[in-house]
């Protein structure tokens, strides 16, 4: 039964993984689709390679998750619990998807973590939740949208005299380069946090006694996730490069390179696990605005907002009610 429990965790965590690839694929192309910088074909090629790079560039994000949201639970019982949190990740990143909103798969798993050890009655470090996922998950938007403000500001005062086509071509050469940077950015964060929550199943079930992470894990995951972006997620792409705000070449080189600074900063610096849509969203929010306040469409940025909300219980009760269910019928 253990190694039975495992092996669907891993299965699942991949699975995960993969939606989270075709979820957040939008992270790192929608603005270079968007303004033509790159076809979807090859913008969806270039992302998922550079998801598959970016995940083998660290791993203290993993251990984070792995030990730092929730107390390693034992037995068979916590076996299940991490599945249970798992599959809600999985079935909130399904139906935001199909409703087109760039909701976080990092906050999604979080969220199912917690509910499904509420629901056994296993620890919670709420501390880590506090400073590692709640904190930055206010800061890091409102970081974006400074940086995407600030980046394309200074970007208009740059090329005030300069001739707008060449300008325009320009800054679609550079965003190839700044989304392919933000790809790289995106696999750090999140295949990390599918690595961490394998890790605390092997660690549940004795395989290992510590949360580093072992080079199968790394590849595993990442290769789910780079097949997962190839496969698309253009439902979301169309919300984040072309319903929030219309961009420009430009705009979209500076929300890119905000984003991605975010994202490094955060994954090597505070070893936080922070939302990646949640980063480029906002960073979009802060170089549309540079054009005047009313070229954001503010209801579309509000539901977005109020889907992050609803993230956490969105995938935390889910998760709770399965493991109470499965614990039900197994007698775990």
Same mark, same amino acid.
């Given at each position: 039964?253990?190694?039975?429990?495992?092996?669907?965790?891993?299965?699942?965590?991949?699975?995960?993984?993969?939606?989270?690839?075709?979820?957040?694929?939008?992270?790192?192309?929608?603005?270079?689709?968007?303004?033509?910088?790159?076809?979807?074909?090859?913008?969806?090629?270039?992302?998922?390679?550079?998801?598959?790079?970016?995940?083998?560039?660290?791993?203290?994000?993993?251990?984070?998750?792995?030990?730092?949201?929730?107390?390693?639970?034992?037995?068979?019982?916590?076996?299940?619990?991490?599945?249970?949190?798992?599959?809600?990740?999985?079935?909130?990143?399904?139906?935001?998807?199909?409703?087109?909103?760039?909701?976080?798969?990092?906050?999604?798993?979080?969220?199912?973590?917690?509910?499904?050890?509420?629901?056994?009655?296993?620890?919670?470090?709420?501390?880590?939740?506090?400073?590692?996922?709640?904190?930055?998950?206010?800061?890091?938007?409102?970081?974006?949208?400074?940086?995407?403000?600030?980046?394309?500001?200074?970007?208009?005062?740059?090329?005030?005299?300069?001739?707008?086509?060449?300008?325009?071509?320009?800054?679609? /050469? $550079?965003?190839?380069?700044? =989304?392919? #940077?933000? !790809?790289?950015?995106? %696999?750090?964060?999140?295949?990390?946090? @599918?690595? *961490?929550?394998?890790?605390?199943?092997?660690?549940?079930?004795?395989?290992?006694?510590?949360?580093?992470?072992?080079?199968?894990? /790394? $590849?595993?995951?990442?290769? =789910?996730? #780079?097949? !997962?972006?190839?496969? %698309?997620?253009?439902?979301?792409?169309? @919300?984040? *490069?072309?319903?929030?705000?219309?961009?420009?070449?430009?705009?979209?080189?500076?929300?890119?390179?905000?984003?991605?600074?975010?994202?490094?900063?955060?994954?090597?610096?505070?070893?936080?696990?922070?939302?990646?849509?949640?980063?480029?969203?906002?960073?979009?929010? *802060?170089?549309?605005?540079?054009?005047?306040?009313?070229?954001?469409?503010?209801?579309?940025?509000?539901?977005?907002?109020?889907?992050?909300?609803?993230?956490?219980?969105?995938?935390?009760?889910?998760?709770?009610?399965?493991?109470?269910?499965?614990?039900?019928?197994? *007698?775990?």
């Amino acid at each position: 039964m253990e190694l039975t429990l495992v092996v669907l965790i891993i299965i699942v965590g991949l699975t995960f993984d993969f939606t989270n690839g075709f979820h957040d694929a939008a992270n790192a192309i929608a603005t270079s689709i968007s303004t033509r910088a790159l076809t979807p074909r090859i913008a969806l090629a270039m992302a998922a390679v550079m998801n598959f790079l970016g995940a083998f560039l660290g791993t203290e994000v993993a251990k984070t998750v792995g030990s730092g949201i929730i107390g390693a639970p034992e037995e068979l019982s916590g076996l299940l619990l991490v599945m249970c949190a798992l599959i809600g990740a999985i079935g909130w990143n399904i139906f935001t998807w199909w409703r087109g909103l760039p909701t976080s798969s990092s906050h999604a798993l979080i969220g199912g973590l917690v509910g499904a050890a509420l629901a056994a009655s296993a620890t919670v470090h709420w501390t880590g939740i506090v400073d590692k996922v709640l904190l930055p998950m206010l800061l890091s938007p409102l970081v974006g949208v400074a940086l995407g403000y600030t980046l394309h500001t200074i970007i208009l005062w740059t090329f005030r005299r300069s001739a707008p086509r060449p300008v325009t071509r320009r800054f679609r /050469i $550079a965003q190839t380069i700044s =989304a392919a #940077a933000m !790809g790289l950015g995106h %696999g750090l964060q999140d295949a990390q946090k @599918t690595m *961490g929550v394998i890790v605390l199943a092997m660690v549940t079930a004795g395989w290992q006694d510590d949360f580093s992470v072992p080079l199968w894990v /790394i $590849a595993a995951v990442a290769a =789910a996730m #780079a097949a !997962g972006t190839y496969s %698309g997620g253009r439902r979301i792409i169309t @919300t984040l *490069g072309r319903r929030i705000v219309h961009l420009d070449p430009p705009r979209g080189f500076a929300a890119e390179t905000a984003a991605t600074a975010v994202l490094y900063t955060t994954a090597f610096v505070f070893k936080a696990p922070i939302s990646t849509t949640q980063t480029i969203t906002a960073a979009i929010l *802060g170089a549309g605005a540079t054009r005047r306040i009313k070229a954001v469409r503010w209801q579309v940025a509000r539901s977005i907002g109020t889907a992050w909300i609803l993230t956490f219980p969105g995938a935390g009760l889910p998760a709770a009610a399965l493991y109470l269910i499965l614990q039900a019928i197994t *007698g775990l």
